[in-house]
């Protein structure tokens, strides 16, 4: 039997310690990764050193180093479209047909409020009114507001928090994304549904991101009435860009047999070279594990990195 102490240790302190235990004939064997616990938990890497038996030396690494580099800077969740934003909205009963949900629509001739937009209820922060009479008014009353993101491909989702009365179509982009008691199909300006959602009914969406553009994005939503003697509406939403899950990239690097290696088994990663550390080389032909030992003709120095992609 050959044992071999060892220690875990972070740049700090040491972390656990143990021994490997060699039977006779056997030539390998597994240390367990130990769960870091305060204040370990934010250590960059773990080091493992390894002592010469008493019984025998060891001809191995006498050190590996295991490394968990994070994916990229952590992306908190982002409020898109607030509760009580302010939209442009128009109710004044005319058929707007499809040209209003499009980004380049120019609503500067319609009226502007803040949310909670709606009237009946009394809770209201915009009255957005309504044309006709108390039994005869109009259908559907429109509503476009415009918010700016720089880098759509940071989130992967959206969750949407839907305030409304009685049905609501919502289109990003001019692309219908969601709905909220209203049929499938094209909803006429004069549509009414024919069924009442409670006061101030709220439904929440999980999207994808996918419509989302870098710059301004258009949000566009039409309320549609119960019916025409119905006595109140109400609309306000909230949009929150959910990030895309930030992956990080696990190594291992290690001397063996003299020569130091390169080990990771993070997915979707590809390694790079560079002589400088100025300019780097996509190197996808390397592969896990890498032998990154200097070959004797080449004196320079040679810089490995893994890039997610």
Known sequence: MVSIPWKALTQDDVITSGTLE????????????????????????????????PTASATGPSTLHFLDLPGGPTITETVLVGFGSLWSYLSDGSN???????????????QTGEGQLGYGDGDEITDVGYTGTTSTKNATTYFRHKF???????????????????????????????????????????????????????ETFTLAANN?????????????????????ISFDIEIIGIPTPQVSINTLTAFLQNDRFLFWNTQ???????????????????LSPLMTTP??????????RLMLR
């Open 148 to 202: 700016e993101i720089q880098d759509p491909l940071g989130l992967s989702s959206l969750s949407l928090d839907l305030l409304f009365d009685d049905g609501a179509v919502i289109y990003l982009n001019g692309n219908r994304i969601a709905s909220a008691n209203i049929p499938e199909g094209e909803p006429a300006f004069d549509f009414f549904i024919g069924s009442t959602s409670s006061d101030n009914e709220r």
């Open 212 to 232: 989302l553009i870098a710059g301004t994005n258009t949000l566009a939503i039409e309320i549609h009435q119960e019916g025409p003697s119905s006595s109140d």
């Open 295 to 304: 070959a004797p003709s080449s004196p320079n120095a040679q810089f490995f």
């Open 22 to 53: 060699f039977p006779s004939g056997e030539v390998a064997a597994t240390i367990e990764l130990p769960t870091l616990s305060p204040p370990f938990d934010s250590a960059p890497w773990i080091a493992f050193r390894f002592n010469d038996s």
């Open 96 to 110: 707007q047909g499809t040209a209003w949900r499009d980004p380049d629509f120019d609503d500067s001739a319609w």
């Open 268 to 286: 979707d990663v590809t390694p790079q070279t560079s002589s400088d550390l100025a300019s780097w080389q996509d190197r996808p032909d390397l």
